[in-house]
């Protein structure tokens, strides 16, 4: 017993140390971007970058800051307004998330993460039938989205129609 004790606790040793190097790598390259930023502020490739790394570090008030910066300039770039959704949903404006996710998709029409996303924050709202819509704007353009089953199936149940939420789970 002890001996496998052992080994399992080296192997999450081992796995630890390697999500350790992961996370340092990502710190450094944040630190690399934002050092390139301080030489030269238009760079805009590094402040996407940027923007998007800090997002998947949960620091929403910060890549809030690069996304602006870049909507400004590139207006008809769908992936920005699409990050300016993630933000605003991280940061709880949802009425804002809604706003940037809608422009993501009158930019980029065929782009359904944009689309679920918006669905998503229509159910934080407990607007559950335009959650649907969104839902199924994503199922027409990809018809085995299980996500999107899901979340359909999700937003019957929360308006307790058990039978439409029965269907889409199954």
Not at 78 to 88: D, E, P
């Amino acid at each position: 017993f002890l001996q496998l004790f052992y080994i399992t606790f080296n192997i999450f040793a081992i796995y630890l140390q390697y999500l350790y190097t992961i996370f340092m790598s990502k710190i450094d390259k944040i630190q690399e971007l934002q050092e390139i930023l301080k030489q030269d502020q238009t760079n805009f490739q590094a402040r996407r970058q940027l923007g998007v790394m800090l997002l998947d570090f949960n620091f929403p008030e910060e890549a809030l800051q690069h996304f602006l910066y870049l909507a400004k300039i590139f207006n008809d770039d769908s992936a920005i307004f699409y990050n300016l959704g993630i933000t605003y949903e991280k940061l709880k404006n949802l009425n804002k998330a809604i706003e940037n996710y809608r422009k993501a998709i009158e930019l980029a029409p065929d782009e359904v993460d944009a689309y679920y996303n918006l669905g998503l924050v229509y159910i934080d709202k407990k607007v559950y039938e335009t959650a649907i819509e969104c839902f199924e704007r994503v199922l027409d353009k990809d018809n085995n989205d299980s996500n999107a089953y899901f979340s359909i199936g999700l937003c019957y149940f929360k308006q307790g129609k058990l039978d439409g939420a029965k269907y889409y789970f199954q």
